[in-house]
């Protein structure tokens, strides 16, 4: 065992040395390719921003079903936005009162921490399910959407909501009025639970301080998917028995488990995880261990996940797509088992290769599930290891730390196109274009600054509405809308064919840069997206002619696949 965990040390070491020493063609001639930069003042004309006096941490948006106001949760408040200018339709306060701040500061908290952090942000039809933490008492309300003030229920938010505004946690509604929330359950934090409640179906939670279940998690996201609730995380790898290490997550429930009974009573009866794999291929992979954000494209059935180093090693992020028909494939799989703590974690045939949810009959549950109940608390983890579509990761990148993430499916001339847009930690947004085809590589088309010169934040939430062509960025202190199609920016068509960007096209009749909808014809639309566009450095502030490409590895950071 030692002899391994050893070796295994070495070559992870030894990844991260290669990693540190990307070896490039030709530097001289590579050195000064860089990414085309979208300054502040450039996209100001395009911008729309939102701002209130005392509200900060805007981390959670969403829409409401109608798509024509943004719900905004902030620190102390919730608004309610005009989707089209962001300006304002409705600003609600929700702070604590002074006994729960006087209680969480008796508790050694801070000032800054004894608030309202909202933290679930929700619709379900007409209302609004909004939870904060409440100075480390969470509450959550349900509301009218269309005005907020209008509370027609509250109650707590203990497993709905984290205590702290620190903790990560996700959460969702089911059409039939089920909540899902996987959180920390305590002051502390050291229950997390996957939990569902409200609704019809009987309450239900992940086994208790059991790390087989869940050991140290850090939710990410989660999906009402068919018949299954999934759930996306990272945490301590309990079948890594060299040292700690983190490992992301796929996991998911069967919407329609009520519990066992004498065993697994109020436990999910159903709950399954598996690993994430997204690594850069080689000799010895480098691995990206921890997801930090995910997206959903339900159409095609694919997973995007944002995975990156741990923040004690050198950061790196990269880009893995997953199907979600190979996760159903891992969860049909063999199943991961330890006799006792001593033993080894060895490959078990799954007694359910076919698994299915249970099924109703008139209201009746005839098979509650599937599963035998020892099985179920027996097996939790499955032995193989989900594998992205493809094994170089969409993108990668050095030196970054991405949180979030957003992709848009566009029309180009030739083909569909998928967009990736990630938030880094400094406050701006890269525009990724996907690869092309298996062979080909990803492109950095562009990157917008959301701050003036020298300001950098974080990026506290990220939403797309694709009937629109909207990104919408949260926020320390304010939230910023930016369209997706600015074609009219590039004047010539030189520029509007160097960007490279899958959105915009020469129009020969009408002479200007225009997305493929406003275009006049399509025979009439010229768009050039294979390549990689770059910015020349010796034009200063704006962009300058756009140079030939050519096949750069590493410069600039990115690393653009085979
Ligand atoms: C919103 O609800 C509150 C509380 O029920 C009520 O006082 C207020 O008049 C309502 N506002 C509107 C615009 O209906
Ligand atoms: C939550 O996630 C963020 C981003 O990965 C991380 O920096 C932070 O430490 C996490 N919170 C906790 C309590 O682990
Ligand atoms: C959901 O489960 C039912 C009963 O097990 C099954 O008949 C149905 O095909 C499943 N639906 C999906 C989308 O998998
Ligand atoms: C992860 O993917 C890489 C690249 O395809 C592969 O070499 C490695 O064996 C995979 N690791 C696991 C644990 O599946
Ligand atoms: C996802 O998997 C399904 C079933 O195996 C397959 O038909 C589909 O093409 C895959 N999608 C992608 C993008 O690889
Ligand atoms: C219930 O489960 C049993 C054994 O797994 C199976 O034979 C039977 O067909 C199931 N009944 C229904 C209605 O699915
Ligand atoms: C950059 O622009 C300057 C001035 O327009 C030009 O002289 C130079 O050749 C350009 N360099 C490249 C690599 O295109």
Same mark, same amino acid.
């Given at each position: ?166 903790? =990560? &946690?996700? #959460? ?9 929330? !996987?959180?920390?359950?305590? %002051?502390? *934090? ?121 923040? =004690? &090693?050198? #950061? ?9 028909? !190979?996760?159903?494939?891992? %969860?049909? *799989? ?229």
């Amino acid at each position: 065992m030692k002899g391994a965990c050893i070796l295994a040390w070495l070559f992870s070491s030894l990844g991260v040395w290669r990693l540190a020493r990307p070896e490039t063609q030709d530097p001289a001639k590579c050195q000064r390719a860089e990414h085309p930069v979208v300054s502040y003042k450039e996209i100001g004309p395009w911008l729309r921003e939102f701002r209130a006096e005392n509200a900060v941490d805007f981390s959670r948006l969403t829409f409401d079903p109608g798509q024509k106001e943004l719900v905004v949760g902030a620190r102390n408040y919730l608004f309610r936005l005009e989707l089209e200018d962001l300006s304002l339709i409705q600003a609600v306060e929700w702070e604590c009162d002074e006994a729960t701040k006087k209680a969480c500061y008796s508790k050694g908290k801070s000032k800054e921490e004894c608030q309202n952090y909202i933290r679930v942000l929700l619709v379900g039809g007409d209302r609004l399910f909004t939870c904060g933490t409440n100075a480390f008492t969470p509450v959550c309300t349900i509301r009218s959407l269309s005005n907020l003030t209008e509370i027609h229920d509250q109650i707590s938010g203990m497993a709905r909501c984290p205590y702290s505004p620190q903790h =990560n &946690s996700t #959460a969702l509604l089911t059409a039939s009025g089920e909540l899902y929330a !996987a959180t920390a359950m305590d %002051f502390p *934090g050291r229950d997390p639970a996957i939990y569902r409640s409200l609704g019809t179906l009987p309450p239900l939670r992940t086994a208790q301080y059991n790390s087989k279940w869940l050991n140290e998690p850090n939710f990410v996201s989660s999906y009402d998917i068919g018949n299954f609730t999934y759930f996306f995380f990272r945490e301590n790898a309990v079948e890594h028995d060299c040292g700690k290490t983190v490992f992301s997550r796929a996991a998911r429930v069967c919407k329609n488990d009520i519990g066992g009974r004498f065993l697994l009573e109020d436990t999910w009866t159903t709950f399954m995880k598996a690993r994430l794999n997204c690594s850069r291929p080689g000799e010895v992979p480098f691995y990206y261990n921890e997801l930090q954000g995910t997206f959903f494209l339900p159409e095609l059935d694919l997973i995007y996940g944002i995975f990156t180093t741990n923040v =004690n &090693s050198i #950061a790196a992020s990269a880009v893995c797509v997953f199907n979600l028909s !190979a996760i159903s494939q891992a %969860f049909n *799989g063999p199943f991961k088992y330890q006799e006792n703590s001593r033993s080894a974690w060895l490959p078990y045939p799954n007694p359910n290769p076919n698994f299915q949810c249970g099924t109703m009959d008139q209201g009746l549950y005839v098979n509650l599930t599937e599963r035998n109940l020892q099985d179920a608390q027996k097996f939790i983890l499955m032995h193989e290891v989900v594998q992205p579509v493809t094994t170089v990761p969409s993108f990668m990148e050095d030196n970054s730390r991405f949180s979030h993430l957003a992709v848009d499916v566009v029309q180009g001339r030739e083909t569909l196109v998928h967009i990736i847009y990630l938030a880094t930690d400094y406050g701006t947004i890269k525009k990724v274009r996907a690869p092309l085809s298996q062979s080909s590589g990803s492109c950095l088309l562009e990157e917008i600054e959301l701050f003036p010169e020298r300001r950098s934040e974080p990026i506290r939430s990220l939403q797309i509405l694709h009937s629109q062509s909207v990104l919408f960025v949260g926020l320390q202190e304010h939230v910023a809308k930016i369209p997706l199609k600015r074609c009219h920016f590039h004047q010539t068509r030189s520029a509007c064919i160097g960007a490279q960007d899958p959105y915009c096209g020469w129009d020969a009749v009408m002479k200007k840069c225009t997305s493929l909808e406003e275009s006049l014809s399509m025979t009439q639309w010229d768009q050039s997206i294979p390549t990689c566009p770059t910015r020349n450095l010796t034009v200063d502030g704006s962009f300058g002619p756009w140079s030939p490409w050519t096949p750069c590895t590493h410069t600039d950071g990115i690393w653009a696949g085979v």
